[in-house]
């Protein structure tokens, strides 16, 4: 190296070594309460789902903030659904959810129509547990605050595991569970008129489980996945099925 370059490296290695001093000196002058509060801030950042609704509207889905409990108890999760305007910082909450192993899931936002839907979902379920007992589908209207039901199961059957929802809001694919034979097929449910259309998948070469639905843009057609159930050997199909000719 030239005495120039040396310099420039060594000039280099001060401005880090003062920038690490300053850092440190900056954490140790915050107090143990205030470390806690930025961490805190921070978990709750990560733990928040955003939807972009306007330029300056938002959805902001809190799933988790559970209280401390005494050592043996089951703590209790307050869940929140929030309509937040960036502008002004003002926050409106949606729906608030209170309950041990329970949270708010939501499933999709539609800004057209000024709905969130949601449902309310077991904590601690995970893989095929989705297949037990019977879920539930809601809907908010973020201007007027209304609260929409869908979906009551019956003991002949369950509906479960949403999927996705028609722009129009009329459209809905999701399982249904038949509680008499233990059969689940994947469904288009159409909440205006109550008619249901199964989506067909090749039992016959063992694609039992599907889901993943999406529906074109001008929900005309849905995309569809259907899974071999068999662990050790899994294969996954893609098809496409037409509203209009029902194949």
């Known amino acids: ?15 880090i070594a003062a920038f690490l001093v300053l850092s440190n000196m900056n954490n140790s002058l915050k107090t143990p309460a205030l470390i806690e509060e930025e961490e805190t801030a921070a978990l709750v950042e990560a733990d928040q789902n955003i ?13 988790y903030d559970y209280e401390n409990v005494s050592e043996g108890e089951t703590p209790i999760n307050t869940s929140t659904i929030i309509l937040e305007n960036t502008a002004d910082g003002t926050k409106v909450p949606l729906v608030t959810l209170k ?22 979902e ?13 879920s539930n589908l809601h809907s908010v209207n973020y201007e007027t605050l209304k609260i929409q039901d869908f979906f ?13 929802i028609s722009s129009d809001g009329n459209l809905f694919t999701l399982w249904k569970f038949d509680n008499r034979i233990k059969k689940t097929e994947l469904i288009v449910h159409n909440i205006r008129t109550g008619e249901e259309i199964v989506l067909p998948t090749d039992t016959k070469a063992g694609f039992t489980i ?17 899974m071999v159930s068999d662990p050790e050997a899994e294969k996954e199909q893609i098809s496409v099925f037409t509203l209009a000719t029902k194949k």
């Not at 190296?1 to 401005?15: D, E, M, P």
């Open 210 to 226: 599907s889901g993943r639905t999406v529906f074109s843009p001008d929900n005309a057609h849905i995309v569809y996945s259907s």
């Open 1 to 15: 190296f030239s005495k120039r370059n040396i310099g420039i490296v060594a000039g280099a290695l001060i401005i």
């Open 152 to 164: 009551k199961s019956t003991p002949a059957f369950s509906y479960i595991n949403f999927f996705d």
């Open 122 to 134: 077991q904590d601690g379920i995970g893989g095929y547990g989705v297949l037990i007992g019977s």
């Open 99 to 120: 309950e041990k192993n329970k949270y708010l899931k939501v499933h999709k936002v539609n800004p057209t129509l000024k709905l969130v839907y949601y449902s309310i």
């Open 51 to 63: 939807y972009e609704v306007s330029s300056n509207l938002r959805i902001v889905s809190i799933p």
